[in-house]
């Protein structure tokens, strides 16, 4: 059996929790330990703050790793061929058939268990071995899932970029008098028509027409609002492929804009570009990135329009990888320190009542010397 880099991570940090083996059924962790992105396993954008993870009641698949490293895939016929023998122990079985499985395999006492389906887990261990403890292992590799290897970062290197000509794709075919909700079906039908697996989360195309009730507040957004000039359109967007998730965001304004809402597009750009800047690996801490998204902002003349203050905690952004969001989010006295490989998620924002919201979101890896935007859409544009 193929022991990787990753397996030999994860084995450390199965020993340093003292366990005798982790349980997984269809999530994250399933995937990051099986080293398989082929299968798909249902999820929804927020997975990792869900209290109900997932949507299986029973798994379909599930990976087991000991103590000593080995591991152990059982599944159903018809998931079979997702999984690679080479790295694990590969049990085809029916799904009324996995009870009498597990005791097969299951070679401890103490075993670490995901929230996916662990309510089955718990009550079929205890069938399989009543003297088994059960313990929550939804977080044990949280620390080293937050550092990408380099197949990692080349999934969502590409993308981030199938995202950047998505939009671009959407920006051009955009036309007066269609509806809000057109606008995100063609973010639909291209992810679609390009064999996309699924979205990171629902896609906003946020329409909000000067001078009217409707832009009087950030939310809601109103589905069946026409696009007409005076409009600004704050993207939200993200796809899943491959395992991956991206997550994206720019605002584009249909018509002329109002100069100093257009200088504070240009201002909320180079509060991003100037937090880009100011990444130092192994020094700068995820609680101080908004702060200089902040300092920027004020230098400019437009903090007062920032969506969320200094103080505020909500909507500053988060790491990315097999979950559109994970943790440490972006969020004050944050102190995870920003180390190479690491993937996360920057969106500040900016509110002008009566004339709209604006939104900026990249995918930034943290380098060994600094920090790189893998969104490449263009920051200039902005009036179409």
């Not at 000067?210 to 796809?239: S, W």
């Not at 395992?243 to 809402?261: H, L, N």
Request: charged share 30%; proline share 4%.
């Amino acid at each position: 059996m193929i022991i990787t880099q990753r397996r030999k991570n994860c084995l450390e940090e199965v020993r340093k929790s003292e366990l005798d083996g982790v349980l997984f059924a269809t999530g994250a962790d399933f995937q990051y330990l099986a080293e398989c992105t082929s299968y798909f396993w249902q999820r929804n954008c927020m997975n990792s703050q869900a209290k109900v993870w997932g949507s299986h009641v029973m798994p379909e698949a599930m990976i087991y790793m000991n103590k000593e490293g080995k591991t152990t895939i059982l599944t159903i016929p018809s998931k079979k061929d997702h999984f690679d023998t080479a790295k694990n122990d590969v049990i085809v079985s029916y799904l009324d058939q996995f009870e009498d499985e597990l005791a097969h395999i299951i070679d401890g006492k103490k075993i670490g268990i995901g929230r996916d389906c662990a309510d089955w887990f718990k009550d079929t261990l205890k069938i399989v071995d009543p003297q088994i403890e059960t313990c929550d292992a939804e977080e044990i590799f949280d620390d080293i899932r937050r550092i990408k290897d380099a197949s990692e970062i080349a999934q969502m290197r590409k993308l981030a970029k199938f995202t950047d000509d998505a939009i671009m794709h959407v920006v051009r075919n955009m036309r007066e008098g269609m509806t809000m909700w057109e606008c995100e079906r063609m973010v639909i039908d291209y992810g679609l028509s390009h064999g996309i697996q699924d979205l990171s989360f629902p896609p906003t195309c946020g329409f909000k027409t000067r001078n009217t009730e409707n832009a009087q507040n950030i939310e809601p957004f109103e589905a069946e609002r026409k696009l007409v000039p005076g409009t600004m359109v704050a993207f939200d967007i993200g796809y899943m492929d491959q395992g991956y998730c991206s997550d994206w965001g720019r605002t584009v304004y249909y018509g002329k804009a109002p100069e100093f809402v257009k200088k504070g597009y240009e201002a909320l750009q180079a509060a991003q570009q100037h937090m880009i800047a100011s990444i130092k690996p192994g020094v700068t801490r995820f609680g101080e990135l908004y702060d200089f998204i902040c300092d920027k902002a004020d230098e400019l003349g437009y903090y007062d329009y920032l969506r969320f203050k200094r103080e505020d905690s909500g909507g500053n952004g988060h790491n990315i990888g097999i979950d559109c969001h994970e943790s440490p989010w972006i969020t004050p006295g944050q102190q995870t320190v920003m180390q190479p490989g690491m993937i996360f998620c920057s969106e500040p924002k900016m509110f002008f009542p009566n004339e709209g919201y604006m939104r900026v979101e990249d995918m930034i890896l943290v380098t060994e010397t600094g920090a790189e935007s893998l969104s490449k859409f263009p920051r200039d544009l902005f009036e179409i």
